[in-house]
């Protein structure tokens, strides 16, 4: 069983940085492959990046060059480094993982956090 919960979701202006963090629980963490996801309102959730246990990363194209995911196995903790964030990056981000393998469906990832607030202003 793997926990998940996320933070360091706010408010911020157009070109600023946040970085998320999310804090796991579970003896298989090390194992498994962990992704970033967002949904914004009134839209299907989207993949924004993956970290497999190989520490292999994969963005999508909207992110690539701005956002960096990564991950340290001896806190238990994923992270996502977002960069000249823009409006439309605004959405609610998840943080997902898997020990089934990693996809950029959502449907691949059986544990899930609670989702943090992003919102970037014009």
């Known amino acids: 069983q793997v926990q998940l919960v996320e933070s360091g979701g706010g408010l911020v202006q157009a070109g600023s940085s946040l970085r998320l963090s999310c804090a796991t629980s579970?003896?298989?963490?090390?194992?498994?492959?962990a992704a970033w996801f967002r949904q914004a309102a009134g839209k299907e959730r989207s993949f924004v990046a993956i970290?497999?246990?190989?520490?292999?990363?994969y963005y999508s194209d909207s992110v690539k060059g701005r956002f960096t995911i990564s991950r340290d196995n001896a806190k238990n903790t994923v992270y996502l480094q977002m960069n000249s964030l823009q409006p439309e990056d605004t959405a609610v981000y998840y943080c997902?993982?898997?020990?089934?393998?990693?996809?950029?469906?959502?449907?691949?990832?059986?544990?899930w956090g609670q989702g943090t607030q992003v919102t970037v202003s014009s």
């Open positions: 579970g003896r298989t963490f090390s194992m498994s492959d």
């Open positions: 997902a993982a898997s020990l089934r393998g990693y996809s950029s469906s959502q449907y691949v990832y059986d544990y």
């Open positions: 970290i497999r246990a190989s520490a292999t990363t």
